[in-house]
């Protein structure tokens, strides 16, 4: 049986949540949630480089439209696709169920720490070549999630 990403995260955060909320009381705050960062960051690079690898190919805006529709199952995210070539992929995020879940937590500030912030490691394993570029999100209180990933041609 295979879960959607949505309710994979709606799993994790039963045991996530409470870890950095002890992590927080113990550490502090923002130590605590660079220990987070960094730890969950490691894993999603490995996530992202192992994704890269088994879809295997080189056309970026193939593999990320892909990866967007493995996020969208289920209804998670509604979002719209601006640009979509081989070397860029732009689309805006404009609902956010995962968003919708950590604010009926009451930590949208931790589902930022463990969804949104961990876009960036996994797009970190898809190639020193690829670039993720994001400057709002929903789970941030913006009106949509503005992601956009381009291959670096140098």
């Known amino acids: 049986m295979q ?11 039963q045991v996530l949540v409470p870890l950095v909320k002890a992590l927080e009381r113990e550490l502090g705050r923002e130590r605590a949630h660079t220990l ?3 730890a969950l960051g490691d894993v999603y ?3 992202g ?6 879809k295997a190919s080189p056309d970026l805006g193939e593999s990320m439209a892909s ?8 209804e998670a995210i509604a979002y719209s696709v601006h640009t979509q070539s081989p070397d860029t992929y732009e689309i805006d995020v404009t609902g956010c169920r995962y968003a ?18 961990l876009d960036f490691p996994f797009a970190e394993g898809l190639g020193a070549d690829i670039k993720l570029t994001r ?5 941030q209180g913006a009106t ?10 140098d």
């Open 3 to 13: 879960i959607s990403v949505l309710e994979q995260a709606k799993i994790q955060a």
């Open 36 to 38: 987070v960062r960094s």
């Open 45 to 47: 690079r490995r996530l």
């Open 49 to 54: 480089e192992e994704w890269w690898r088994a």
């Open 67 to 74: 990866a967007f529709q493995s996020f969208a199952k289920g």
């Open 100 to 117: 919708q879940f950590y604010q009926k937590l009451g930590e949208p500030e931790l589902g930022f720490l463990l969804i949104c912030g």
């Open 135 to 139: 400057t709002q999100t929903i789970m």
């Open 144 to 153: 949509h999630c503005d992601f956009r990933y381009t291959r670096r041609k």
